[in-house]
């Protein structure tokens, strides 16, 4: 018996317990830059990728680069179309001109715009600005909008006001962005006089003339029918979120003890459907971007999304490459964002990483 605890004593000073805070701090930090790295790495991935896809896809397309520089004047020669052709370097084989210009991507040159006769990263600064402004503004609106009409959906569970909101809410997942968009402009531009249809200025003003109110009325519209499109998701994720936590043991618990409806939304519905909505919203950047393509080509909007439609129907690659990696960039950023926020917390998927 002696020599028996012996050995297990020798046992458990050879397999001591490491504490659990530093073993799951090493794991973490570990895992963590293994994430951040595998996320880099599928970031460059979707980039090369997208930008062989757009070349390709412009390649394949019927749109005559020359044809639409020139546009429809017929006093261009073939001798002055080959020298069109040669100064953008448009009469190189298509492998040797998207080595080119990935070569010039990677040293921080996207190449000049054809459309616009500037450097593609100037046009994408003027325009993304204007683009930023307007996605702003909507995903702000949409996200509380939506946070509090789910609430209310979830609250009033299969009563009147759950289904007009759920009926509006799938009307609306079920209308194209640019048909909305017209009928605003018929209803508060046309007919009501409310708003301006069009453009991000008054017509004929000078740039530095146009006032903060100017620009504001010009992108209430647009604003609004982008941030209108993007209720539907965010709306339908909160209510059943609201409806799964009322059916909770807390909540049976707190309506025993007496608390209000309004007590229990403000005490515990919004701790628990806050932080999940706000990240479904910041993974709603890719749809939120590829709806303003559309709004913006209703309303003649001069952002990023009226560049692409203008890039892709006059053959401007450069430009439209460009504006691809950036879009790319920021979908991306938004995505990254969520994940971010939802290993911050909810410690359960940190622990998944380590497994």
């Known amino acids: 018996m002696g020599e028996v605890d012996k050995t297990a004593q020798r046992k458990r000073i050879i397999f001591k317990p490491v504490p659990v805070e530093q073993t799951e701090y090493n794991m973490e930090k570990i895992s963590a830059g293994k994430w951040i790295f595998h996320k880099l790495i599928r970031l460059l991935t979707l980039l090369m990728a997208l930008c062989v896809i757009t070349f390709i ?4 397309s019927p749109i005559d680069p020359v044809t639409a520089y020139v546009g429809a004047s017929t006093n261009v020669g073939a001798e002055q179309r080959d020298l069109i052709a040669e100064h953008w370097g448009l009469n190189r084989p298509p492998g040797e001109r998207f080595m080119a210009w990935l070569i010039s ?11 616009y006769r ?7 600064g003027q325009k993304f600005i204007s683009t930023v402004a307007l996605m702003s503004i909507a995903w702000v609106l949409s996200g509380i909008l939506g946070f509090i009409l789910g609430i209310i959906a979830g609250v009033k569970e299969g009563k009147l006001a759950d289904k007009l909101i759920g009926s ?4 609306l997942i079920a209308t194209p962005t640019f048909w909305l968009g017209m009928l605003f402009v018929m209803i508060f531009a046309v007919k009501l006089n409310w708003f301006p249809a069009a453009m991000s200025a008054p017509i004929g003003v000078l740039t530095q003339d146009v006032s903060f109110l100017d620009k504001v009325s010009h992108m209430i519209l647009p604003a609004l029918t982008l941030s209108v499109t993007g209720i539907a998701n965010i709306c339908l994720h909160t209510r059943e979120k609201t409806i799964e936590v009322l059916r909770s043991d807390y909540i049976l618990f707190a309506r025993a003890r007496g608390e209000s409806i309004r007590d229990i939304v403000f005490r515990h519905i919004l701790r628990n459907v806050a932080i999940p909505a706000v990240t479904l919203q910041f993974l709603s950047f890719s749809e939120l971007f590829g709806g303003t ?3 913006e080509q209703v309303f003649s909007y001069p952002g990023l999304g009226q560049a692409v439609v203008q890039s892709g129907l006059r053959g401007d690659l450069p430009l439209l490459m460009g504006i691809t990696l950036i879009s790319l960039i920021f979908v991306y950023t938004g995505n990254l964002t ?9 410690p359960r998927i940190r622990e998944g990483i380590h497994t």
């Open 168 to 171: 509006y809410c799938h009307i």
């Open 57 to 60: 896809l412009m390649e394949l």
């Open 105 to 115: 991507a990677i040293q921080g040159d996207l190449g000049i715009s054809m459309i």
């Open 293 to 295: 393509i559309f709004v």
């Open 338 to 346: 969520a994940d971010i926020l939802y290993r911050i917390i909810d």
């Open 118 to 124: 500037r450097p593609v990263l100037e046009v994408i």
